[in-house]
């Protein structure tokens, strides 16, 4: 399983940008996709997942209302469609995946250890 992030960029205060995570060599009906971001000198930090069959969502708190994460089945692609972004969302992007997801319960998505599938990550910067 190959994933391939792209879409990062330099964006002001207040913009927007769309994150994309195409992934080959698999079927998904169990995968959890998630996003996760790493800001220099710190941890690296959930902000979504999604299960790929049923299209459910999850957001960490600093997020909600501002992204949305969804799936593109015919184009096997995750998105991360950001809005309203804010300084403190300046961080390297990855997407995730991990193919039982579907058979654990949400309450792990945001453990950066159960995704077995990392993509390259993007480079996010908000301007001020």
């Known amino acids: 399983v190959q994933l391939q992030a792209s879409g990062g960029g330099l964006v002001q205060a207040g913009g927007s940008l769309r994150l994309s995570c195409a992934v080959s060599?698999?079927?998904?009906?169990?995968?959890?996709m998630g996003w996760f971001r790493q800001a220099p000198g710190k941890e690296r930090e959930f902000v979504a997942a999604?299960?790929?069959?049923?299209?459910?969502?999850y957001y960490t708190e600093a997020v909600k209302g501002r992204f949305t994460i969804d799936r593109d089945n015919a184009k096997n692609t995750v998105y991360l469609q950001m809005n309203s972004l804010k300084p403190e969302d300046t961080a390297v992007y990855y997407c995730?995946?991990?193919?039982?997801?579907?058979?654990?319960?949400?309450?792990?998505?945001?453990?950066?250890?159960?995704?077995?599938?990392w993509g390259q990550g993007t480079l996010v910067t908000v301007s001020s």
């Open positions: 060599g698999r079927t998904f009906s169990n995968y959890v």
């Open positions: 995730a995946g991990d193919p039982s997801g579907n058979l654990k319960g949400s309450r792990y998505y945001p453990r950066p250890s159960i995704y077995n599938y």
């Open positions: 999604i299960r790929w069959s049923s299209g459910t969502t």
